[in-house]
């Protein structure tokens, strides 16, 4: 990473990538950092036949722009910001076996972690911990949350999950949310 200001610029990214739509939004996110200059691997958890629809989608998308897609085994030991893309909302039970020892590696590691939707292994409606669960740094709530009081303090208009994603990327390389939402 590198310091501009008082803010950092990620150069590296790793998305670890579950089977569903959240990891379908790893893939969507990694596109555009990818775009954006980024060094972006998606580090896939599970079964990549297993994936269908729209995240199947975003994957070939990724894939034919040249993206980097590698199995799960490990994190590198080093990258700039960890986007944990597993489980989204939609979860229901426990994690446990690879998926959990997955959250572990990420947990345990140094660089942060920008979680989309909300930290794998919660429960979406009332936050319990589904066995276990991502400790993330930042979560989208939070970005939309900041784009929402953008909107508000600058008058800067709301432009929809891409906008959201925008801001991501605009995070990640270290520049203020309102740049992208005006």
């Not at 691997?41 to 989608?57: E, T, Y």
């Not at 910001?81 to 039970?93: E, H, K, N, S």
């Amino acid at each position: 990473d590198q310091v501009d200001g008082d803010r950092i610029r990620y150069a590296d990214a790793v998305v670890v990538a579950g089977n569903g739509n959240n990891g379908g939004d790893g893939f969507v996110l990694a596109q555009l950092a990818h775009q954006a200059g980024l060094t972006v691997r998606v580090l896939q958890l599970g079964d990549c036949n297993k994936i269908s629809g729209a995240a199947r989608l975003h994957m070939q998308h990724f894939r034919q722009s040249d993206g980097d897609i590698q199995e799960f085994h490990e994190l590198p030991n080093k990258t700039d910001v960890i986007v944990d893309a597993i489980f989204g909302t939609g979860l229901a039970r426990d994690i446990s076996g690879y998926w959990a020892d997955a959250v572990q590696l990420i947990n345990a590691h140094r660089a942060p972690v920008l979680s989309l939707d909300i930290p794998s292994g919660l429960h979406a409606d009332n936050g319990q911990v589904l066995g276990d669960a991502v400790v993330a740094d930042l979560t989208t709530v939070d970005q939309v949350i900041h784009a929402i009081k953008e909107m508000f303090v600058r008058g800067a208009p709301l432009i929809g999950v891409t906008g959201a994603y925008g801001v991501m990327i605009a995070a990640l390389n270290g520049q203020a949310a309102a740049d992208h939402l005006g």
